[in-house]
């Protein structure tokens, strides 16, 4: 479960508003962003089987927001 020591009552978590909307946990700091964290795609080689490559697309259109 996402939120972790959150939805035990153990202290605050950043998450995307989707977990938080999913009921179990409530905004604090409404007014407070966290600064973006870059998400990187390590692979062996560069000729990657195509169900990797749309991996890669779907995250990169995903986290792109």
Do not use: S
């Amino acid at each position: 479960m996402n939120g972790g020591a959150a939805t035990l009552d153990f202290g605050i978590a950043v998450l995307a508003d989707e977990i938080v909307a999913a009921g179990l946990l409530c905004r604090v700091l409404a007014d407070w962003q966290a600064p973006p964290v870059p998400v990187y795609a390590v692979t062996e080689t560069r000729l990657l089987p195509a169900k990797t490559q749309r991996f890669i697309e779907f995250l990169r259109e995903h986290l792109a927001k």
